[in-house]
Every structure is written in structure tokens, then in C-alpha cells.
């Protein structure tokens, strides 16, 4: 049996995205509302982390229209859906019950996901942001979460200073 526990943190980017338009926000001021009202980043939860997160947000900036069909979809949009996936994955593996929480965010374009142990779930970053040569949401997100979990391996510090998503 596999429990899927869906996080779909693109309201919040939105939300954030649609500010910093209505405002014509300039970098500081973009910078400013992202960490008020959206603050997820598949970064280390350290200052260099988060230089990192405001370099790649300002980077990302101006090619958010081309994706911004994706993150309004959210996770309602994710192809294959996850649940399905996960469960042919803990079959393959043979385990007799798995349970994952998977974030969905909307990333800087630089193909960077996460993954981590949040309160002893194995949590897994869904990237939607991926260009279109890369394709939209992949499997292997899942499978890499079920083998890990299943073997006890998965790294203990979450990202963004153990903030939950």
C-alpha cells in the first residue's frame, strides 16, 4: 500500500508572482515579497543558500510567462499522477507499504529539486518549473524516494531552516 501525502505549494508562488507583477516589483522589492509570501527554494537552508536563491529568482524572472501555464496547473497538472507511480514503484521494490509526502513548487528554471526526512516522512520536491526539453514531471522522483526511504538512507536536514513547506 502506498500513502501519498500531496503538498501543492503553488498557490503561495503564485500569490508572490501575482504581487510582485501588480507592483512591478524591481529586484529588491521581488526579493522582498518571494521571501514574505512563497520562501521555498531547493536550497540550503544557510546564507550562501539563500544568495543562491535570490541569484537564481533574478534569473528566472523574466522567463516565468514561458512556464506559467505549468505552475497554474499545480499539482492538479502533474503527468503521470504521482499516486499511480508510486504505487507501481513500491511494487517493483517490493515493499508492502510506503508512505512519501510530495512538494510541489515552482523552482528558478535551473532544474533543482530536493528531498529530505520531515518529521520521519520521506518528502520529495516536485519540480514544475522544468524547461519543455526536459519534459514535464518525471518518475523518477518517486523511485528514487521509495529506494531510499525503503533502505534508510535519506538525508535529515530539511531545507529552508526546517521551515515545513
Given at each position: 500500500m502506498a500513502d501519498l501525502?500531496?503538498?501543492?505549494?503553488?498557490?503561495?508562488f503564485l500569490d508572490f508572482y501575482d504581487a510582485a507583477r501588480a507592483e512591478r516589483a524591481g529586484p529588491e522589492r521581488r526579493w522582498q515579497?518571494?521571501?514574505?509570501?512563497?520562501?521555498?527554494?531547493?536550497?540550503?537552508?544557510?546564507?550562501?543558500?539563500?544568495?543562491?536563491?535570490r541569484r537564481l529568482l533574478d534569473e528566472a524572472w523574466d522567463r516565468y510567462p514561458l512556464v506559467?501555464?505549468?505552475?497554474?496547473?499545480?499539482a492538479a497538472g502533474l503527468q503521470p499522477a504521482p499516486l499511480p507511480v508510486l504505487e507501481?514503484?513500491?511494487?517493483?521494490?517490493?515493499?508492502?507499504?510506503?508512505a512519501v509526502r510530495l512538494v510541489v513548487f515552482?523552482?528558478?528554471?535551473a532544474g533543482n529539486a530536493c528531498g529530505y526526512v520531515d518529521a520521519?516522512?520521506?518528502?520529495?520536491?516536485?519540480?514544475l518549473t522544468r524547461s519543455s526539453r526536459e519534459g514535464r514531471w518525471r518518475s523518477?522522483?518517486?523511485?528514487?524516494?521509495?529506494?531510499?526511504?525503503?533502505?534508510?538512507?535519506?538525508?535529515s536536514n530539511p531545507l529552508n531552516g526546517g521551515r515545513e513547506p
Open positions: 501525502e500531496l503538498v501543492d505549494l503553488t498557490p503561495r515579497l518571494w521571501q514574505e509570501r512563497y520562501g521555498f527554494a531547493a536550497v540550503p537552508p544557510t546564507p550562501e543558500g539563500q544568495e543562491l536563491a506559467m501555464d505549468r505552475i497554474r496547473a499545480g507501481r514503484v513500491a511494487a517493483l521494490l517490493g515493499c508492502p507499504a510506503v515552482a523552482g528558478f528554471l520521519g516522512r520521506p518528502t520529495c520536491g516536485c519540480l523518477r522522483h518517486q523511485e528514487t524516494m521509495v529506494m531510499v526511504s525503503r533502505r534508510g538512507r535519506w538525508p
